[in-house]
């Protein structure tokens, strides 16, 4: 990472904490979807309507930041490629994680 300009690390990690919101409001929306009656001390007194108009703003923005992300021709296609790379990754070390983990036991 020492090797990779500021800004690229930077577009990069605005794109992967965007991946996660967008997980976020999802399980947000499922959770709601799944258990509408669920009580909570951080419960959104909405319906499921109310939960997804009140998460596709924030995805919106999301949006736009990601495809104003994509028009940047310097910086912005190789933190996307980085930061798909990131993301593709992790699930497969989480995986080889798991296999070590089974086999010490």
């Given amino acids: 990472f020492v090797l990779v300009p500021f800004g690229k690390l930077v577009i990069a990690d605005v794109l992967l904490y965007s991946l996660a919101l967008?997980?976020?409001?999802?399980a947000l929306i499922h959770l709601r979807k799944r258990e509408p009656?669920?009580?909570?001390?951080?419960?959104?007194?909405?319906?499921?309507?109310?939960?997804?108009?009140?998460?596709?703003?924030?995805?919106?923005?999301?949006?736009?930041?990601?495809?104003?992300?994509?028009?940047?021709?310097?910086?912005?296609?190789?933190?996307?490629?980085?930061a798909a790379a990131a993301v593709a990754l992790g699930p497969v070390i989480y995986h080889m994680a798991q296999c070590v983990r089974t086999n010490r036991q």
Avoid: M, T
């Fill in 37 to 82: 009656s669920l009580r909570g001390c951080f419960r959104i007194p909405l319906g499921r309507g109310g939960v997804i108009i009140l998460a596709a703003f924030p995805l919106l923005i999301l949006i736009v930041v990601i495809a104003i992300s994509f028009r940047d021709g310097e910086y912005g296609i190789p933190a996307v490629i980085g």
């Fill in 22 to 26: 967008f997980l976020e409001f999802g």
